[in-house]
């Protein structure tokens, strides 16, 4: 039988991710990488189910909202414009860090790639420590069970909110696999987890936008 796999490539020369142990071995085999990891491509699909989610959602809004006559609806506090967009701007600058984090961890720089990493994680802690109080500040002056608005409103926030903390458990579970070294594993993590931060602030800056669109 022919020493062959998938896409006509001898089976001798694809690259054996498990042998990697170390930064140095993990920058080789990472080099001889044809394409992006499976790891990409899962997170990737998990990207995919979100925007799935996030749409019916955002359909869901502007179905309630062209369904009503006043949105929101008298005695329903509009929502505010500046601290929101400084805030998720503010978030949004953490893709900077996960994109040098990332880079670091593909050349082996494995200490750029904690710091990188500590910095995005102050980022986002900052932010959702922010959401939560704003979000349960919100909730004194109304609540879902008001109207169709309130009942949209905070789900699509609340959705968005709980996609930071979960970004935020990731990349304090990637640092701490990071303190025990470099595998090929762990790149992949790092590279996979990066994307999907790149996902949930593209997502936020969308969310914030509709929401917002009920000021126009």
């Not at 062959?4 to 991710?17: I, L």
């Not at 989610?53 to 506090?77: A, C, K, Q, S, V």
């Not at 109304?142 to 169709?148: E, G, I, K, L, V």
Request: glycine share 8%; net charge positive; with cysteine.
């Amino acid at each position: 039988m022919a020493d062959y796999v998938a896409g006509g490539v001898p089976e001798r020369f694809v690259p054996r991710t498990t042998d990697a142990r170390n930064a140095g071995e993990t920058v080789v085999v990472a080099g001889r990488r044809r394409g992006p990891s499976v790891a990409f491509w899962g997170m990737a699909m998990l990207i995919a189910s979100e925007v799935t989610l996030f749409g019916t959602f955002i359909g869901t809004y502007y179905y309630l909202r062209f369904e009503n006559t006043h949105w929101p609806p008298p005695g329903t506090p509009e929502p505010r414009v500046v601290v929101p967009l400084i805030m998720v701007g503010i978030l949004a600058t953490s893709s900077l860090p996960m994109h040098l984090a990332s880079g670091a961890a593909k050349r082996g720089r494995l200490w750029s790639a904690r710091v990188f990493l500590l910095w995005a994680l102050a980022v986002q802690c900052a932010y959702l420590v922010w959401a939560i109080h704003d979000y349960v500040h919100q909730l004194h002056a109304s609540t879902p069970q008001d109207n169709a608005y309130s009942s949209i409103y905070y789900v699509l926030l609340g959705a968005d909110h709980a996609h930071v903390a979960i970004g935020i458990l990731l990349v304090a579970w990637l640092l701490w696999k990071l303190l025990r070294g470099l595998t090929m594993y762990r790149l992949n993590a790092t590279l996979a987890v990066a994307v999907y931060w790149h996902a949930v602030n593209l997502l936020t800056l969308i969310v914030l936008g509709v929401l917002l669109s009920a000021t126009l």
